[in-house]
């Protein structure tokens, strides 16, 4: 705390200092440079974080995607050859299936940067552990826009259908935390969690091909929503020009079959910059997605 001296006292001090001042130079030691306080470590994914958390252009952003799409929908159900699905996960014909839209849950219809900012307060890294805590408390938020069209689509008997890369143990607690956030849930094939199994379809990973030909068995799908391009297709090389391709005979789709919502915090775009090799040290991860940088 400083103190303030009346003025009229303080020119009296003044005046009594320099009348005592000797009359050669004194050499003073500079005070110490107080210590930095603690506080949370620098991370890199502060500014993605905040923005999805604080823009108004994020939110704007799922309100104009989700808009758009609701927008479109009845002609797409009335187009009795509109199909969302890719070719390779069109495995049955689409002709007296029931109408269907899909959606990825995180970062596409629930909001999960509290986690995201507990990371960066805590100075760690992502962890299963305490992912599957998060998930437990089902607080999730709806993200601007989603519970709207998902209602639009169940009030026109479209069915929809939630895909999501969460482990099985957090099925009840991700249906719960769907429920309490407002969206409709018709049922358990309503949701195909990481672990779901289509006999004779071998899963690489956590792609979500065969749970996409699981749904295009019973369903004519309509539309897409995600925020990975694995929410639509199977990269078959998660590398920055493997990705390219993977859409690339699918670009006419975006915005009419295919919605793609906005996720700098995470995503398989991350690894596809460090060779996808999580073991490596973060100063090199990080100095390799430096490297990925263009500047021209």
Same mark, same amino acid.
Request: with cysteine.
């Given at each position: 705390?400083?103190?303030?001296?009346?003025?009229?006292?303080?020119?009296?001090?003044?005046?009594?200092?320099?009348?005592?001042?000797?009359?050669?130079?004194?050499?003073?030691?500079?005070?110490?440079?107080?210590?930095?306080?603690?506080?949370?470590?620098?991370?890199?994914?502060?500014?993605?974080?905040?923005?999805?958390?604080?823009?108004?252009?994020?939110?704007?952003?799922?309100?104009?995607?989700?808009?758009?799409? *609701?927008?479109?929908?009845? @002609?797409?159900?009335?187009?009795? =050859?509109?199909? %969302? #699905?890719?070719? !390779?996960?069109?495995? $049955?014909?689409?002709?007296?299936?029931?109408?269907?839209?899909?959606?990825?849950?995180?970062?596409?219809?629930?909001?999960?940067?509290?986690?995201?900012?507990?990371?960066?307060?805590?100075?760690?890294?992502?962890? *299963?552990?305490?992912?599957? @805590?998060?998930?437990?408390?089902? =607080?999730?938020? %709806? #993200?601007?826009? !989603?519970?709207?069209? $998902?209602?639009?689509?169940?009030?026109?008997?479209?069915?929809?259908?939630?895909?999501?890369?969460?482990?099985?143990?957090?099925?009840?607690?991700?249906?719960?935390?769907?429920?309490?956030?407002?969206?409709?849930?018709?049922?358990?094939?309503?949701?195909?969690?990481?672990?779901?199994?289509?006999?004779?379809?071998?899963? !690489?990973?956590?792609?979500?091909?065969?749970?996409?030909?699981?749904?295009?068995?019973?369903?004519?799908?309509?539309?897409?929503?995600?925020?990975?391009?694995?929410?639509?297709?199977?990269?078959?090389?998660?590398?920055?020009?493997?990705?390219?391709?993977?859409?690339?005979?699918?670009?006419?789709?975006?915005?009419?079959?295919?919605?793609?919502?906005?996720?700098?915090?995470?995503?398989?775009?991350?690894?596809?910059?460090?060779?996808?090799?999580?073991?490596?040290?973060?100063?090199?991860?990080?100095?390799?997605?430096?490297?990925?940088?263009?500047?021209?």
């Amino acid at each position: 705390m400083s103190v303030r001296l009346p003025s009229a006292l303080a020119v009296i001090v003044l005046l009594a200092g320099c009348a005592a001042a000797p009359s050669h130079p004194v050499v003073t030691t500079p005070a110490p440079v107080p210590p930095v306080a603690a506080g949370v470590a620098a991370n890199d994914n502060l500014n993605a974080v905040a923005w999805s958390q604080t823009a108004i252009e994020h939110d704007l952003i799922y309100l104009q995607t989700y808009r758009d799409a *609701e927008s479109r929908l009845l @002609a797409a159900l009335h187009d009795k =050859q509109w199909d %969302a #699905l890719d070719k !390779a996960d069109r495995t $049955t014909p689409i002709k007296g299936l029931k109408p269907a839209v899909v959606l990825d849950i995180d970062e596409t219809v629930l909001d999960n940067s509290p986690y995201q900012a507990r990371v960066i307060r805590s100075g760690g890294e992502f962890n *299963e552990a305490d992912w599957a @805590a998060w998930c437990r408390e089902e =607080q999730a938020r %709806a #993200l601007p826009g !989603a519970v709207e069209f $998902t209602q639009f689509a169940a009030r026109h008997g479209i069915a929809v259908i939630y895909i999501s890369n969460r482990a099985k143990d957090l099925d009840q607690a991700t249906l719960a935390n769907l429920r309490k956030a407002g969206f409709p849930v018709s049922g358990p094939q309503a949701f195909l969690g990481l672990g779901t199994v289509l006999e004779g379809c071998e899963q !690489a990973g956590t792609e979500k091909g065969c749970r996409r030909q699981l749904i295009g068995q019973r369903y004519r799908v309509l539309m897409q929503f995600g925020d990975q391009i694995g929410d639509f297709v199977d990269v078959l090389a998660n590398t920055a020009d493997g990705r390219r391709k993977a859409v690339a005979d699918y670009l006419p789709w975006i915005g009419t079959r295919w919605f793609v919502l906005p996720n700098p915090t995470y995503g398989s775009w991350e690894p596809a910059l460090f060779n996808n090799d999580w073991t490596a040290p973060v100063q090199q991860r990080r100095q390799e997605k430096i490297d990925a940088l263009r500047y021209q």
